[in-house]
């Protein structure tokens, strides 16, 4: 049973005012919790409100939102590797094995096997790889198609990270017309969210069609992650983005979050977008900075129509893995908080966390299940979420 089933609106749920007749102690301690009433104990916050413009409408198209094929392969991997903290350079994973085994390679051992066939020769690239890494078969990558239509009616294309797998992303590239997008110059910007592997790895996919193309990363990135950019064959201007909030167009801007992240990797900058007559679209690739630090900071530095939280796209990283701590269910309370009335997520929310959304009766729009995204409550592979106020 949702919390409309019982006749409760979300608001009114999470904020606390209907406690009911007969609660216990500790009951009645949990509302106030995730009440109003609680706010009287803290400062309020003080909003900047920065205007950053607006634009008419963003569409998302999901290229690929399954970074891997196997959890249980990936964690086994990154356990017997000597866990979490281990640099993502020195796993052995694509594209960076020199043929040692898990754990025992390095950055410069592994590219320097495939840096001469970046970024034109690919299937060649691969099948070294695939000689040379472990766990080939796994890797598939994060990568979404953002659009933005000024208020002139001009659509703005960035492409928001660039996948993992050579082999998978330009298979997804050309299911979506990207590769076509990339080499008539239609998309202005590389946008990296941060340098995980899922994310990042898959780059020459993406400068095999647009070497010329800007990117704009966090400035957070590792010495080998800046070399990979280069090896990769890129020509074009590198801008890096330091904390907080910086403007990319009218009605859109970044937020680059200080944020340690598991596999030696740090920063992640996320997408906000102001739309006209609705309110502010927030864009994520995995959300590790949490789920309500992002929300917060849109609440703290932005000034957006309607003062509307509106949408919501991405990874949330809640259970990536499919595992489930009864901690999490305070993250899925607390994000009624905020009112977000459209909903769209994947990739590391993990499938439980989707499905506990939807129960809750959050407004989330459900995909399709194809091209080897595995459930209908994410927005999978090849999928689409628009944000545009009515006519």
């Known amino acids: 049973m949702t919390i409309k089933d019982k006749g409760i609106s979300r608001r009114d749920f999470v904020r606390g005012t209907v406690t009911g007749v007969g609660v216990g102690v500790f009951a009645a301690a949990g509302f106030y919790s995730y009440s109003p009433w609680r706010n009287q104990l803290f400062p309020k916050i003080a909003r900047k409100q920065v205007d950053i413009g607006v634009c008419k409408s963003v569409k998302v198209t999901n290229i690929s939102e399954t970074s891997w094929f196997d959890n249980g392969l990936l964690i086994s991997d ?49 099948a070294l ?13 994060f990568s979404c198609l953002v659009e933005i239509e000024d208020m002139e009616g001009e659509i703005h294309k960035i492409l928001f990270d660039t996948g993992w797998s050579y082999k998978w992303m330009e298979e997804s590239y050309k299911r ?5 997008m990339l080499a008539n110059n239609e998309i202005e910007m590389l946008f990296v969210t941060h ?63 200080d944020v340690p992240i598991i596999c030696r990797v740090f920063g992640e900058q996320d997408i906000f977008v102001n739309v006209k007559d609705l309110g502010l679209v ?38 990536p893995f499919e595992d489930w701590d009864p901690k999490y ?3 899925v309370i607390s994000l009624g908080k905020y009112g977000f009335e459209k909903i769209g997520c994947n990739h590391c929310t993990g499938i439980v966390t989707a499905k506990k959304f939807i129960e809750t009766g959050y407004p989330v729009v459900e995909g399709t299940a194809r091209f080897r995204s595995k459930d209908k409550a994410y927005l999978g592979n090849g999928d689409t979420i628009e944000f545009r106020a009515p006519v």
């Open 195 to 257: 340098e995980h592997f899922d994310h990042f790895w898959g780059l020459p996919v993406t400068m095999k069609y647009n070497p010329n193309i800007p990117i704009m990363i966090p400035d957070t990135f590792y010495p080998e992650g800046k070399q990979y950019i280069k090896d990769s064959g890129h020509k074009g201007q590198l801008t890096e983005i330091g904390n907080g909030l910086n403007k990319i167009m009218p009605g859109v801007a970044s937020f680059k979050f």
């Open 176 to 180: 979506e017309g990207i590769d076509k």
């Open 282 to 319: 927030s864009i994520t690739g995995c959300c590790h900075q949490g789920i309500i630090k992002f929300a917060e900071a849109a609440y703290r530095e932005l000034k957006y129509e309607k003062d509307t939280l509106y949408g919501l796209y991405g990874g949330l990283h809640i259970s």
């Open 129 to 141: 790889i695939e000689q040379n890494c472990v766990h080939t078969d796994n890797p598939g990558g």
């Open 329 to 331: 269910d305070d993250l």
């Open 78 to 126: 990154i356990k017997k590797a000597g866990g979490l903290l281990v640099n993502q350079y020195s796993l052995n994973w694509p594209p960076f094995g020199d043929g040692q085994g898990l754990a025992k390679g390095s950055y410069e051992a592994g590219i320097n096997k495939i840096k001469h066939l970046l970024p034109d020769r690919l299937d060649e690239a691969w």
